[in-house]
């Protein structure tokens, strides 16, 4: 209660309220008349005496269309407020008030200064006229400061109540501006921030070609070399991983190369690889003495699958694959590739090594299965791993964004050495 009583007094001592104003000179005019505080009615308007209320809220009325036509609005309440005071009633000093107040408000800046003219006009007029009439310097004098009183001060009023609008509509801009600016700052920081990681990437990805394409392009070199050797040529348990290595060196030299590009280019789909090329790949992993084989029910050539999850099923199948090599060389490796609802399900199965063997002391990173999961969980989709006998892998990479599979920590416990 308290707090709507300080909100209604906040706009009425504003003035640009139209309802709480217009119901305030109701009120108070109305009171006048009650108290029987009103002035002799003009002669001409004698017989309107009584009819002072409907012209009081007609005039009042004029106030709701100030904002869409300020000039003709204090025109109408002033024509209202010489009627009211011809009438006998002072709620006619209120509507002058708010014909002047509304101008000086709401209107233009050529009307508000011709407003001023003639007002100053009208109160020289007036204050010469009584003096003319009383010969009383004092009576002109009072005349003046009624005038100022009725016109002058709703002028300065509503001069202040306009200036702190302006002020307000001027601090906002400045507010949206500064906001603006800062907004702009934030981005040109993002800008530079993205253009010196593209700048050090670029840097990091050279310093790696330049180091690793010296040593890449001696074991193609050498591989070369020794596959030329006629000891070698006839040998093919010899020549087979040989070329295997020459390959795949050579392949790795290109990759890196094209990835240099990429970060030139600023373009990632130079190093895109697709559902095609599996083939190959195990083929490559079997001519180095891998015993692989591939269950696929899924056409490669022809599957219609996101080139991004095309690239990402490679590397998955090649990450196994290495894997497999690294952990389990000796055993067979079963790879499974089917669709399911919308999905694309990779299975890995392979017997667990019960024996250390010689040849299985290669160590790699120990990130292979986490980059396999960590690329999973990157589209959405599902990683398991596992075995008692047999080690398994199981990842699902969702086709279409409805038929996502949240991601769920793998049941079953995964094996440290497959880690």
């Known amino acids: 209660m308290r707090r709507n009583l300080a909100t209604l007094l906040r706009r009425l001592g504003r003035g640009d309220q ?14 006048l008349h009650l108290s029987q505080l009103v002035n002799p009615p003009w002669p001409m308007f004698q017989p309107l005496a009584g009819w002072w209320f ?10 709701f269309t100030r904002r869409k036509a300020p000039t003709l609005s204090a025109l109408w309440m002033t024509l209202f407020a ?13 509507l002058l008030f708010e014909a002047v107040f509304s101008i000086y408000l709401l209107a233009s800046e050529p009307v508000r200064r ?7 006009v009208l109160t020289l007029l007036t204050a010469g006229y009584v003096w003319s009439l009383t010969s ?49 700052r934030e981005e040109l920081l993002v800008a530079e921030h993205r253009a010196q990681s593209v700048e050090e990437r670029t840097a990091l990805a050279r310093e790696m070609h330049d180091v ?26 010899l020549r087979i991983p040989l070329d295997s290595i020459r390959s795949e060196s050579v392949a790795g030299l290109e990759e890196m190369t094209a990835m240099v590009r990429m970060l030139h280019a600023g373009k990632s789909s130079i190093l895109r690889a697709d559902l095609s090329g599996l083939t190959e790949l195990i083929q490559s992993f079997q001519a180095a003495g891998q015993h692989i084989s591939l269950e696929s029910a899924i056409n490669f050539g022809a599957a219609q699958v996101p080139e991004a999850i095309q690239t990402a099923i490679y590397r998955t199948v090649r990450e196994l694959l290495v894997n497999h090599a690294k952990h389990a060389p000796g055993t067979p490796l079963t790879l499974e590739l089917f669709h399911r609802a919308q999905v694309l399900v990779i ?21 292979g299965l986490q980059n396999i999961r960590a690329r999973t969980q990157m589209f959405d989709g599902y990683f398991a791993c596992g075995g008692d ?8 990479f969702p086709i279409k964004a409805n038929a996502v599979k949240p991601p769920t920590e793998p049941t079953a416990q995964e094996v440290d050495g497959h880690l």
């Open 18 to 31: 139209e309802p709480q104003t217009a119901g305030m000179y109701v009120v108070l005019t109305v009171v």
């Open 54 to 63: 409907p012209v009081l809220l007609l005039g009042v009325a004029a106030m």
């Open 82 to 94: 010489l009627l009211l005071l011809g009438q006998g009633s002072i709620g006619g000093y209120f």
């Open 114 to 120: 011709w407003t001023l003219i003639i007002l100053c």
């Open 136 to 184: 009383s310097a004092s009576e002109a004098v009072l005349v003046v400061f009624v005038a100022g009183f009725i016109l002058f001060t709703p002028m300065l009023w509503a001069q202040n109540v306009r200036t702190a609008q302006e002020l307000a509509e001027s601090e906002s801009a400045r507010a949206t501006a500064v906001g603006a600016a800062a907004a702009n």
């Open 212 to 237: 690793l394409s010296a040593r890449l392009s001696s074991i193609a070199l050498l591989s070369a070399a020794l596959l030329e050797r006629d000891s070698v040529a006839t040998q093919e348990n």
């Open 347 to 367: 299975r890995a199965q392979n017997p667990l090594l019960t024996t250390a063997l010689p040849h299985t002391s290669i160590t790699g990173a120990g990130s």
């Open 389 to 396: 006998t047999e080690f398994w892998v199981r990842c699902e």
